[in-house]
Structures are given as C-alpha cells and as structure tokens.
C-alpha cells in the first residue's frame, strides 16, 4: 500500500496567518497517462464527516473558499490555507486515489488550531 | 441536493456481526460508486471498501478481507456494509462516501455511524 505521511501532526496558526500543512506519499502518485496526481484533501470538524476541500491535488472543490490552495506532485503535496480564520479549526488529512480501487490511503491527519 | 443517510449506532458483542445501510438520494444511483471509511474514536481514517452501485463489483482492504461484505439494492438507492466477527477495536464511527465519478476521491458522506463493540 502506498503509506501517506502528514506533517506536522498538529499546528497552531494566528488569525489571518498562511498556514501550511505537508503530505507526502510513499512512492509516486502521478499518472504519467493523463498528468494528473492522484491526490485529496478533506477537512474534518468535530462530530462531523470529512469534507472533500482539494482533488487532482489543486483543484478546489465547488463552493470552497479561495484561501484553500493544493500544491505539489509526484510525492510531495501542500495544502495552503492562505490567510486563517477561525472557522478553519480542524483536522486535515491527504488522501491518495492512484492505487484504486484496491487500497486507498489516507494521511494520519494534522489538527490545526488558533495560536 | 445529494444526500446520504445512514442507519442508527448499534452496540455489539465481540464475535456479532452488524450491517449498516446508506440510503442516497438526489442523483442516479447507479453512476457512482460507494466507498465505506471508517473512523476510531480520536484516530484517523481508514478505507474499508469499495463497491460499485452500477455493477455490484467490488474491492475490499486487504485486512478486512473475509469479515466485509459490501452490497447494494438498487431498487430503494441503499448501499449496506456488514462486517463479521467483530472485535474491540472494530468500534469505530462508519461512514459512507460517494466517489466523484472521475476518481475515487469522495465529495459526499453520510453522517456517520457509531458501531461499539462491548461485551
């Protein structure tokens, strides 16, 4: 199985401060057929189910607010919440989809916080 | 507006089996698939299984293997997960997940459902 190794674990950010959140795969998730990496994003808020923010690794999901950005490729990813607010308090995980259907994986999750 | 809905907690005893349904609503159910992702308490997430709701094949995660059967019923749009012999750290809140149609990343979730395996 491709293992997706999140970092850093958990992460406290000032109002209106970048945060930046890394996730790296352990061998690569680029589709060199189509040039797309296979690569998610969720955030998950407490007692809620994840929710879907980035996919192909930089593409912003329909009604996500534009200081979510998705970077990378290959085996190394950011996702970048450019300026914080207090209603992005969660946790994120990476998720690869290369290895479908047979074993997806996801990041073990960074919890991130108001400093 | 797409929706998935699931069934109510359940408390199990270790070597039970429990089955959990997904109702969907909102769009053709069979143009996508359904995943199932479960989620210990305080832990992260783990892929349990795929299952398409146009065909009915299916892909489980290697370690569930032999203890997951994931079925769908097209006439009422319900996707079911059970899961046999179940132990203590089977006790997890499951999810189900629609897959995107273009990729096995999912844009929609059901609520949850909290399975506790006590004796």
């Known amino acids: 199985d491709i293992v997706m190794t999140q970092s850093p674990d958990s992460l406290a950010v000032s109002l209106g401060e970048r945060a930046t959140i890394n996730c790296k795969s352990s061998q690569s998730v680029l589709y060199s057929s189509n040039n797309k990496n296979y690569l998610a994003w969720y955030q998950q808020k407490p007692g809620q189910p994840p929710k879907l923010l980035i996919y192909?690794?930089?593409t912003r999901e329909s009604g996500v607010p534009d200081r979510f950005s998705g970077s990378g490729s290959g085996t190394d990813f950011t996702l970048t919440i450019s300026s914080l607010q207090a209603e992005d308090v969660a946790v994120y995980y990476c998720?690869?989809?290369?290895?479908?259907?047979?074993?997806?994986?996801f990041g073990q999750g960074t919890r991130l916080e108001i400093k | 507006q797409v929706q998935l809905v699931q069934s109510g907690a359940e408390v199990k005893k270790p070597g039970a089996s429990v089955k959990v349904s997904c109702k969907a609503s909102?769009?053709?159910?069979?143009?996508?698939?359904i995943s199932w992702v479960r989620q210990a308490p305080g832990q992260g997430l783990e892929w349990m299984g795929w299952i398409s709701a146009y065909n009915g094949n299916t892909n489980y995660a290697q370690k569930l293997q032999g203890r997951v059967t994931m079925t769908t019923d097209t006439s009422t749009s319900t996707a079911y997960m059970e899961l046999r012999s179940l132990r203590s750290d089977d006790t997890a809140v499951y999810y189900c997940?629609?897959?995107?149609?273009?990729?096995?990343?999912?844009?929609?979730w059901g609520q949850g459902t909290l399975v506790t395996v006590s004796s």
């Open positions: 997940a629609r897959d995107s149609g273009s990729g096995l990343f999912f844009d929609y």
């Open positions: 998720q690869q989809y290369y290895s479908t259907p047979q074993a997806i994986t």
């Open positions: 909102g769009y053709t159910f069979t143009s996508y698939g």
């Open positions: 192909w690794a930089s």
